[in-house]
């Protein structure tokens, strides 16, 4: 069993910065890749980063050149530093990774959330 938690969530002005962690705990395995998706109140939940095993990263859209996803494999861990916050970023975020044990099953795991509140 994996477990993923968050951290760094809280509250922001419009044009600040929070960078938010995600650390994996468990054994036996190896991460296929890591995402932060985040869902906003009445909205469905959207992916806005992923960092894969090739290193290779998307980023929505909407959060280009604002936020930066990173790893550190020897650790397990992920991070999102946003920055230039802008009030619709206003949404609880999660962490998700893709695991493969070394038996050969691939499992999705999702951390509890974080939220983060852009507002003035």
């Known amino acids: 069993q994996v477990q993923l938690v968050e951290s760094g969530g809280g509250l922001v002005q419009p044009g600040g910065s929070l960078r938010l962690s995600c650390a994996a705990s468990g054994s036996d395995f190896s991460i296929n890749f890591m995402a932060w998706y985040r869902q906003a109140p009445g909205k469905e939940r959207e992916l806005v980063a992923i960092?894969?095993?090739?290193?290779?990263?998307d980023y929505a859209d909407s959060v280009k050149g604002r936020f930066t996803i990173s790893r550190n494999n020897g650790e397990n861990t992920m991070a999102l530093q946003m920055n230039s916050l802008k009030p619709e970023d206003t949404a609880v975020y999660y962490c998700n990774a893709r695991v493969t044990y070394w038996h050969g099953t691939t499992m999705d795991y999702w951390g509890k959330g974080t939220l983060v509140t852009v507002s003035s």
């Open positions: 960092i894969r095993s090739s290193s290779t990263i």
